[in-house]
């Protein structure tokens, strides 16, 4: 057996609630939103239950990272540029030569995400965090929808 | 603070539905489901809530991206065969030499989704488009699970 | 039209459970969590309805992949690879030469899934195993929190 498994806690999912949260970027780059996302799990009066986050572009998207080191987020803008980049002759032209790589990275890492969440508190690991990565060069206004489904505090 | 957040709204998440949808692919490519999923939804009678799509395959995938230019789709094509070359010398060649590249690409992109809904309408942004990647070079029968949470329209 | 869509099928979501699994890798590689994911959702008394994986690490993917030919994890491991050198030059380099590569191959997988429950059973593909990917070189205790929504069998 690979895997040792807890005692199961059941309760009601008696509660939805959504929310948008808009961003504005500077620019290609990590930001962090591990606050933001948390004080929605707060003012919703979330108990137990998942939390979802979406993000409604396709030249961005969200990963849960390293929260320690300011140099993950820069080796990690690095490593999708090796990926996808600027010069690699692409047929989408027509937003910039930032814009295609940009989709790029955006399919590699995803919109869609869900956390857990357990007596009013995001089910983060002690090193991780939750972030927006622009993959455009331009300052962009980003916006999110947050859900939370479960039971009420 | 990195993000503006809005009002919060609440419902009470009273309905669960599921369908299964089957896509016959072209070969390698991008099939697009927004239309499809739509019609789920509204067929479910769903108001507010998220949706959740999964393909039950390992070598096509699931993806969020640009509606607008195909060029988009093209080169997003390209970019997952330099990622996952056919030639590279994989050791599971079996199923042809497409399939092990395949399985690389399906890593990367996803099997797993989820959008919100509101008032019965998918909560995509202005430019997004869901769709079916299939990575094998033959046309395919593919099938999804589609799933909607939350409250009646 | 693409794709062909079954009847709708609709319960109550009355029930969510929730469990930690802790799973110990033994350093680069994958580890199938199948059977225990399979016991979570029987243990729950899960219906119909979805169960949510979630990873608490940020060194560490989940995956649904093939479950057939060991060699395709032996591919997909060299894949991350390439992808994510060890020699590549990072910045972050505090925590040894495999820190590094193993966020990036953390942030390329994705540490959130989710698979729909049917009756009861994990609503796989015929091919479709569970995975955690560990992308350290050493051995590691890895966390998940595994969530069911949906009804009573």
Chains 1, 2, 3 share one sequence.
């Not at 808009?22 to 009066?45: C, D, H, I, M, Y």
């Not at 995001?122 to 939370?148: K, N």
Request: aromatic share 6%; net charge negative.
């Amino acid at each position: 057996m690979a895997g040792r498994l807890s005692a199961i806690t059941r309760i009601a999912p008696e509660l939805m609630t959504a929310a948008t949260l808009v961003v504005e970027t500077k620019g290609q780059g990590f930001s962090e939103l591990t606050r933001e996302v948390a004080r929605f799990v707060a003012e919703s009066g979330a108990g137990d239950g998942a939390l979802f986050l979406y993000l409604r572009h396709t030249s961005a998207s969200l990963v849960i990272q390293e929260n320690a080191d300011p140099d993950v987020q820069t080796d990690l803008v690095t490593a999708l540029e090796r990926l996808a980049p600027v010069d690699a002759d692409w047929a989408h032209k027509v937003e910039g030569p930032d814009d295609m790589p940009a989709h790029v990275k955006a399919m590699l890492t995803g919109v869609s995400l869900h956390i857990p969440v357990s007596a009013g508190a995001l089910g983060l690991g002690a090193w991780q965090g939750i972030y927006l990565i622009e993959h455009r060069s331009a300052p962009h206004r980003r916006e999110l929808i947050l859900q939370f489904i479960g039971s009420r505090l």
